[in-house]
């Protein structure tokens, strides 16, 4: 399945030319059939001789109606683009092939019409000059089909190269994220409001969930269809009809469109999109930084502001980076393609392809943080995954794909084989490229290292301290050292960091201090000053108590209690040889054999509960756990 959309000038022939291939007229509104002319989209299907099916849209050739062709090219695969030979290449022949251009298509067929109306050499030049009009395009190398709508002439060739181009044209990808922009909304009797359009990214089934954007509604499936036909799933590519129930009708209308309740539960509020632009020739304007712009995508438009970092204007047939501030909910991937025009007057302008999907506008100071879209215009899964990694400092997940135009399952693929060749390396759930890491593990050593060759004597770093000796967005770093104490080259003490076996130290005034400290512990046994009075709130004297402690020189039993080791480590061998005669001991016993106050001693004991040396049972002590060790 897939489907093809006409193009070209009004009253070129294209409903006519449809009309004869499947014998559907796909003007179905009163108005066209009392003006003679196509004005919103028709839909039509027709059976290749091999028994593909293929979906037919018709749009509107008449300038004021642009915007419904947009809409219906938004979801076609190939184009036929029409030119009459009576009137040979007009305004609309070459807006429709920029727009359809602009869309990323690669196929079609090029069409002349209504030749039964003139002679043969004239008809020959109009050819020639469609050729000369469509050198440097995909339609370049395009057969010429010439052709009656009236006497049938050249409809065989016409059946013909469809059937090729079936053969020719790969199937739309089921990625798991389907999306069906609405280009049609109707109701039916018993079935309430039904949307149509072409289904792109994934399959639909009833009885499924699915939401309505923007509206974020959600309802279930109730019915399928495609061309005429009840079924139970529907596919990429093919034109699908849905009716959902609890959903009421005034949710469903053009530009809306029907996805996974997951899809836009994920998807952010108030997107800044990031663009590829480019400009056609014929807009003859000159596109300023902050202009008002139209963007359509499938099928809905939405209006918002353009902002330019690199330059400040793009000029005719100029392309570059942009950025699109919409001012109504728009869903999009990356990797769209989409149409700008111009608010008022509606001319179209160009178009591109959407790069990225920002959470706020970009600053123009910042410019050079949005080098890597740059590295994404080819769209291919590599680039993709080399640009992300650019982006978010050389790391990546696989869910940061998820608003892509490809599979979870295909991307997977790709980072495997980058794994197993060495460009990228795993922590968690994230991947980091190989050479990337390596120079952020050594910018976090050398900034650790520099910490420490200031200050000798600290035990450790806690993380905002790292955080603030380095360069590095702080959610990088925390996942780096994760990976860094994974493969021994950190250790971790309580919620400190240290190299590996680095000695810590003291010199200058700090060891005097240090010195200090520690012989007024010595000297005072197991009755010593308390620790605000040991630093007296001076941020160098607790540097030195910091050192003591990490030393081993000073032990902390509560918040406001240091012993000296030597005191400590005495306290215990008392304690066990005083256990050991008698079983238990209270409070009174153990502070009557260390000869200090209650004050002190419960604290003591309360640590020596804590590492399980002894054990609590009521008012008495006795052997803990680690009571030998």
């Known amino acids: 399945m897939f489907v093809i959309g006409t193009a070209g000038h009004i009253d070129h022939g294209k409903t006519s030319l449809i009309n004869r291939l499947t014998g559907i007229d796909t003007d179905r509104l009163p108005e066209e059939k009392a003006r003679g002319m196509t004005i919103d989209l028709g839909f039509a299907w027709y059976d290749t001789p091999a028994g593909n099916r293929v979906g037919i849209v018709d749009v509107p050739g008449h300038e004021r109606f642009v915007r419904n062709m947009i809409a219906g090219a938004g979801g076609i695969d190939a184009v036929i683009l029409v030119v009459a030979a009576d009137d040979g290449w007009m305004p609309q022949s070459q807006e429709h092939l920029q727009i359809t251009r602009l869309l990323g298509l690669q196929y079609g067929l090029v069409v002349l019409t209504k030749i039964d109306l003139v002679e043969k050499n004239w008809t020959d030049l109009v050819e020639e000059d469609i050729r000369q009009k469509l050198k440097g395009t995909f339609l370049e190398k395009s057969p010429i089909i010439r052709l009656s709508s009236i006497t049938g002439e050249g409809f065989d060739k016409l059946r013909r190269e469809i059937d090729a181009l079936s053969e020719k044209i790969t199937r739309r990808d089921d990625i798991g994220k389907p999306r069906l922009y609405a280009d049609r909304f109707f109701v039916m009797p018993g079935m309430g409001g039904v949307v149509t359009g072409t289904l792109r990214g994934g399959t639909l089934q009833v009885g499924q969930e699915a939401i ?29 009809a849905v009716s959902l129930t609890g959903v009421d009708k005034e949710h469903l209308h053009r530009g809306g469109v029907i996805s996974l309740p997951e899809i836009i539960a994920a998807y952010p509020e108030n997107p800044v999109l990031a663009l590829n632009l480019s400009l056609i020739e014929e807009s003859r304007l000159i596109i300023e930084d902050r202009r008002r712009l139209l963007i359509i995508m499938g099928t809905t438009e939405v209006e918002g502001e353009l902002r330019f970092l690199e330059v400040d204007r793009l000029t005719p047939g100029q392309g570059g980076l942009a950025f699109f501030i919409p001012a109504q909910p728009l869903l999009t991937f990356i990797g769209d393609r989409f149409i700008a025009r111009l608010p008022t007057p509606q001319i179209t302008i160009g178009g591109g ?119 590095l967005p702080k959610s990088s770093v925390e996942i780096l050292i994760e990976y860094m104490l994974n493969n021994n080259l950190l250790v971790k003490k309580g919620n400190r960091y240290d190299i590996p076996r680095r000695l810590i130290n003291v010199r200058g005034d700090l060891k005097k201090l240090a010195d200090e400290m520690e012989k007024a512990l010595l000297e005072t046994h197991l009755t010593p000053p308390r620790i605000d009075e040991l630093i007296a709130g001076d941020k160098k004297k607790k540097e030195a108590l910091d050192f003591l402690l990490a030393a081993g020189v000073a032990v902390r039993v509560s918040s406001d209690i240091v012993f000296h080791r030597t005191h400590w480590l005495g306290a215990i061998d008392c304690i066990r040889e005083a256990i050991r005669q008698k079983g238990k001991l209270g409070v009174g016993d153990i502070r009557e054999k260390l000869g200090s106050s209650r004050k002190y001693i419960v604290p003591l004991l309360e640590e020596t509960d804590r590492r399980r040396i002894t054990k609590r049972e009521g008012d008495f002590r006795m052997k803990g756990e680690k009571f030998e060790a």
């Open 212 to 240: 309505v954007f923007p509206d974020r509604k959600i309802g279930k499936i109730r019915t399928l269809q495609s061309h005429n036909r009840q079924v139970e799933k529907a596919f990429p590519g093919q034109r699908t």
């Open 353 to 471: 392809m959407v790069l990225d999907i920002l959470d706020s506008p970009p600053r123009r100071k910042n410019y050079q943080l949005y080098g890597y879209l740059h590295g994404r215009t080819s769209m291919t899964m590599d680039s993709l995954i080399n640009s992300e990694l650019l982006k978010n400092n050389g790391r990546i997940s696989d869910t940061d794909f998820e608003f892509t135009n490809f599979s979870r399952a295909d991307i997977g693929q790709i980072l495997e084989k980058m794994l197993r060749s060495g460009e990228l390396v795993t922590q968690g759930r994230f991947y980091f490229g190989a050479a990337e890491l390596k120079r952020q593990i050594a910018e976090i050593t050398l900034g650790i290292e520099n910490i420490f060759r200031d200050a000798p004597h600290k035990d450790g770093l806690p993380m905002e301290e790292i955080n603030s000796a380095i360069n």
